[in-house]
């Protein structure tokens, strides 16, 4: 069963730090893209970051650059999302997003997304 559980949200202070996590199964996540999404109340969702399949090359939405990084563990089939000096404008619910190839065909797999609140 395809499977990607979010976990590591909640609610921080401003200039705090969160890390979260995303746990995947059921598809091939060592061959996958691996992104984190958001998306804030009445706005669309956005790509914060996105990592290679090999973990090798990485990119970054200006807003997350120099404050969030994205990492990954194949032999886990664990994608993290560091986020550090958190402002309130960072506020949303979270997605995990993997993007598999097979067979010259793209298939997008979503999470069910935690919510990260920034706020004093």
């Known amino acids: 069963q395809l499977q990607l559980v979010e976990s590591g949200g909640g609610l921080v202070q401003p200039g705090g730090s969160l890390r979260l996590s995303c746990a995947a199964s059921g598809f091939t996540f060592s061959s996958s893209a691996m992104s984190w999404y958001r998306q804030a109340p009445g706005k669309e969702r956005e790509l914060v970051a996105r990592i290679s399949s090999g973990g090798g090359s990485t990119n970054y939405a200006d807003s997350a650059k120099g404050r969030f990084t994205i990492s990954r563990d194949n032999a886990k089939n664990t994608v993290y999302l560091q986020m550090n000096s958190l402002k309130p404008e960072d506020t949303a619910v979270y997605y995990c997003?993997?993007?598999?190839?097979?067979?010259?065909?793209?298939?997008?797999?979503w999470g069910q997304g935690t919510q990260v609140t920034v706020s004093s």
């Open positions: 997003n993997a993007r598999e190839v097979l067979l010259l065909h793209e298939f997008n797999y």
